[in-house]
């Protein structure tokens, strides 16, 4: 019996360092950022905010781990993680929460249950 082929990625989508983008991303898959991103990033699955990354704007995905900065909302389904080198400015609406002692958070945060979304599926406002 044949089998329908099915490419897997499972390489994670990379904005490397040094690299500024301008507009939305939307992803079914994993994302990492080590570079710059200036719109609203959707994902299904796991964004990376590397050290040096850098995000203004919205991101909605189903867990997220944050070491870099963030100016904006950001929607998690499920776990945000904030490291320590991690500088958040702006709200927060997760089913889970962590964060590092060094971490900076400024905003209101809403947790608990499930994230605004269960399942990202909706494009981010703009």
Known sequence: MAKSYEPENKL???IGSGTKISGNIETNG?????????????SKGKVVIGPNGRVKGEINCANSEVSGGI???ILVSELLSLKSTSKLIG?????KLTI??????????EMGG?????????????
Do not use: H, V, Y
């Not at 994993?30 to 959707?42: A, F, K, M, Q, S």
């Open 12 to 14: 994670p989508n990379m």
């Open 30 to 42: 994993d994302i990492r950022i080590d570079g710059e991103i200036e719109g609203n990033i959707l």
């Open 71 to 73: 100016e904006g909302k």
């Open 91 to 95: 709200d927060i609406i997760t089913a």
């Open 100 to 109: 590092e002692p060094g971490a900076i958070f400024t905003g209101k945060c």
């Open 114 to 126: 499930k994230g605004e979304n269960s399942q990202p599926t909706t494009s981010p406002k703009k």
